[in-house]
């Protein structure tokens, strides 16, 4: 899904647009995450362009080239670390963190070498995760 008209407008309003940081792309299946996602990442100015599976979200990098990649680990279908692979063929200099409920089921050094800056263990701290967006997107501090 390209951004959606609910998530342009949140964007719009909460940062202006003299505020804008760059894109991110957020990858999960639970429609839940994908907006608090969407909440968070667009109150510090971020476009957000969304997608359900690895599927869409490779669709979507057809057009859009994100800022920075948030991706669930656990997809339906194509996992966030086969994803990653995909990403790191056609984009391989944007930043990547991976987020999951299942972490146990991966090896930090194993998410590291496909690209991962961080990993985020579900729920995360949405300080530190917004410290890590920013500095992973080049950027060093809060929207005003």
């Given at each position: 899904m ?14 202006g ?12 299946d ?30 979507l ?6 800022t ?19 990403m790191?063929?056609?984009l391989?200099?944007v ?50």
């Amino acid at each position: 899904m390209v951004l959606d008209a609910e998530s342009k407008a949140a964007a719009d309003t909460s940062a202006g647009a003299g505020a804008r940081r760059g894109s991110v792309l957020i990858v999960d299946d639970e429609a839940g995450v994908r907006a608090m996602l969407v909440e968070l990442l667009s109150g510090e100015g971020f476009e957000c362009l969304q997608a359900s599976d690895g599927e869409q979200a490779l669709k979507l990098l057809e057009s859009k080239t994100p800022t920075l990649g948030i991706l669930d680990l656990a997809l339906p279908g194509m996992n966030g670390a086969e994803l990653a692979l995909r990403m790191r063929e056609k984009l391989p200099d944007v930043p990547l963190i991976a987020l999951s409920g299942q972490l146990k089921m991966w090896e930090p050094d194993d998410l590291r070498d496909l690209g991962f800056e961080r990993i985020f263990a579900k729920p995360m701290d949405c300080d530190e995760f917004l410290r890590v967006c920013r500095d992973s997107a080049g950027l060093d501090r809060p929207v005003n």
